[in-house]
């Protein structure tokens, strides 16, 4: 049985110990770079914040080692206090990196919320979209070139040619002709998540001089249009997703 003033030695002794050993990492760190670099201008350390850190390790150290101090070795006890700063870091590191994980999940939702609530307004392109046709196959692949080209393209082209007017969802835009079908080439290659909901027709089309665009799909009615924008947002977000009125 420990005495009433053992018990208030040891209280002591383990806060000191803790005190020593919370506050000597972080006075060291300050006082290093000037051991290494005498001539170094250092700015003065917040002592306050030290202490203060020194204080909480110790007390710490009280709650933990009071009791059993009469077991323990002065020396074990300090060695145990000065783990006790890097539990602390890496607690509030977890909850720091939770913290950003559900703000990153609200943001997320915050922004899915805004696709799906707020369907942006179509951009307005003078004339007519100037629908191109596939560049030829090399000689080597025409057979299976021409054959994948007019099996692709037959009927979403006979649809487009059939339609005056409507909106196209595109999801590339370009300077040149060349880039927009390596980017066709690529999606065409790619089996896209918003594809489970609605199916891709793609096509290149020319909207004004040096600027083509890729289009996932093309509707007669807004309402269709939005339908596909929000789809792609979701489920592709990764696409720059944008409406055309024609």
């Known amino acids: 049985m420990i005495s009433g003033k053992n018990v208030i030695r040891n209280v002591i002794l383990t806060f000191t110990i803790g005190l020593i050993a919370g506050i000597s990492p972080f006075l060291f760190m300050q006082l290093l770079p000037a051991l290494l670099n005498p001539s170094l201008q250092m700015d003065s350390p917040n002592y306050l914040a030290i202490l203060l850190t020194g204080v909480l390790v110790g007390t710490i150290t009280s709650i933990i080692f009071a009791t059993k101090f009469e077991s323990k070795e002065p020396q074990d006890v300090f060695f145990y206090a000065l783990g006790i700063p890097a539990i602390l870091?890496?607690?509030?590191?977890n909850i720091s990196t939770e913290f950003k994980a559900v703000s990153k999940?609200?943001?997320?939702?915050?922004?899915?919320?805004s696709v799906v609530l707020n369907p942006p307004r179509p951009?307005?392109?003078q004339g007519e979209p100037k629908l191109l046709p596939p560049p030829k196959a090399s000689p080597k692949g025409a057979r299976l070139g021409s054959h994948a080209w007019a099996e692709e393209n037959s009927r979403p082209r006979q649809l487009i040619l059939a339609q005056a007017h409507g909106y196209l969802v595109v999801i590339g835009e370009f300077?040149?002709?060349?880039?927009a079908w390596e980017d066709y080439s690529k999606i065409k290659d790619t089996r896209l998540r918003t594809e489970r909901y609605s199916p891709k027709s793609l096509n290149v089309f020319q909207i004004s001089t040096g600027s083509y665009v890729l289009v996932y799909s093309q509707s007669s009615s807004l309402e269709e249009a939005n339908k596909v924008y929000r789809l792609l947002r979701i489920n592709d977000p990764g696409l720059i997703v944008k409406i055309l009125k024609y």
């Open 89 to 93: 870091i890496a607690t509030l590191t």
């Open 105 to 113: 999940i609200s943001e997320v939702k915050e922004n899915l919320t």
């Open 123 to 125: 951009e307005m392109i």
């Open 175 to 179: 300077d040149s002709e060349k880039a």
